[in-house]
């Protein structure tokens, strides 16, 4: 995503509106707490519990890949560098 962005100059937006690099960075750590949430919650299970998982299709895991990657601030300074 970051690739394309660099690629087609949309990047050049980050540069030039600072809330947008701002907003890109508390999604980030809002999908973070999202996830830290979900392993202390009560009823949650710890992350390192074995325990059975049901098998995720193809769509799914790209899903969670991408939302990943695309909130991962270290990847976005890469490209806009």
Do not use: H
């Amino acid at each position: 995503f970051y690739m394309l962005c660099a690629a087609f100059g949309i990047t050049a937006l980050l540069f030039a509106i600072p809330y947008a690099y701002d907003a890109l960075r508390f999604a980030g750590a809002a999908y973070l707490l999202w996830l830290a949430w979900q392993a202390v919650r009560p009823g949650g299970r710890s992350p390192f519990q074995v325990k059975a998982m049901k098998v995720d299709g193809p769509r799914k895991l790209f899903a969670m890949g991408f939302l990943t990657n695309l909130l991962n601030p270290k990847i976005a300074m890469l490209y806009l560098a």
